[in-house]
Nanobody, 130 residues
């Protein structure tokens, strides 16, 4: 069964850290770029970070740049999102999604639209509150 499973969410105080994991099963992440998205209550889903396959090119939205780090461990078939200096406005459900490397041959991952992502996880809740 092909799926992505996010984990690592939870409740954290402002200024704290969390590391989200996105584990793939049923397919090999080596051949996919991964994007992290989030959706806060009453807001549209937004892309916050992505990492390409192969060269590992990364992208961060301005709202998380300098605080979040995306990385991948192909041996573990997992992508991570290290989130530091968390703020209340980071509260959201976080999703990871996979896009075929075929679409990334001549494109940066930041140019990939949500509809082009092939697999999506179920989401993990992150709540930043004192």
């Amino acid at each position: 069964q092909v799926q992505l499973v996010e984990s690592g969410g939870g409740l954290v105080q402002p200024g704290g850290s969390l590391r989200l994991s996105c584990a793939a099963s049923g397919f090999t992440l080596d051949y996919y770029g991964i994007g992290w998205f989030r959706q806060a209550p009453g807001k549209e889903r937004e892309g916050i970070s992505c990492i390409s396959s192969g060269d590992g090119n990364t992208y961060y939205a301005d709202s998380v740049k300098g605080r979040f780090t995306i990385s991948r461990d192909n041996a573990k078939n997992t992508v991570y999102l290290q989130m530091n200096s968390l703020k209340p406005e980071d509260t959201a459900v976080y999703y990871c999604a996979a896009v075929s490397k075929r679409l990334l041959l001549f494109r940066l991952c930041v140019t990939i639209s949500e509809s082009e992502y092939e697999y999506w996880g179920q989401g993990t809740q992150v709540t930043v509150s004192s």
